[in-house]
């Protein structure tokens, strides 16, 4: 019997750790459960963001476009980790909630750097 990989090769991007800790981003933004939902929203947008802009940028040919397309999700992911923790100040999310969010946005902010420099 064929395996998953067999039948759906990867594609490039979900190779990528800085894709991985991305989708984590997006998913500890998600159990943070903000109770306001226009900062929810924005939050999780910005996490969606984030995780799609590096998809795309690694699909990029053009050096200067995929650094670019990189920089946008640099700025999503501090974006999305920066709205819990406003949500957190306001008391709209639990504080555990923001450092974990903290961890991952920084995380993924470094690693989507890195790859700006190749």
Same mark, same amino acid.
């Given at each position: @019997?064929?395996?998953? %990989? %067999? &039948? ?20 500890? +933004? ?8 226009? !900062?929810?929203?924005?939050? !999780? ?23 670019? +397309? ?18 957190? !100040?306001?008391? &709209? ?7 974990? +969010?903290?961890? !991952?946005? =920084? ?5 989507? %750097? =890195?790859? @700006?420099?190749?």
């Amino acid at each position: @019997m064929a395996n998953k %990989t %067999t &039948l759906y090769p990867a594609l490039p991007h979900e190779n990528l750790i800085a894709y991985q800790v991305a989708c984590d981003l997006l998913v500890a +933004v998600f159990k943070a459960d903000i109770r306001g939902s226009d !900062l929810r929203d924005q939050a !999780l947008r910005a996490a969606r963001s984030a995780c799609l802009n590096i998809a795309e940028a690694n699909g990029r040919d053009s050096p200067g476009d995929r650094k670019r +397309v990189f920089a946008i999700a640099r700025g999503e992911a501090a974006e999305a980790a920066s709205a819990v923790h406003v949500a957190s !100040l306001s008391g &709209l999310c639990a504080e555990e909630h923001a450092e974990r +969010v903290r961890k !991952l946005g =920084g995380r993924t902010v470094a690693l989507v %750097t =890195g790859l @700006m420099r190749r």
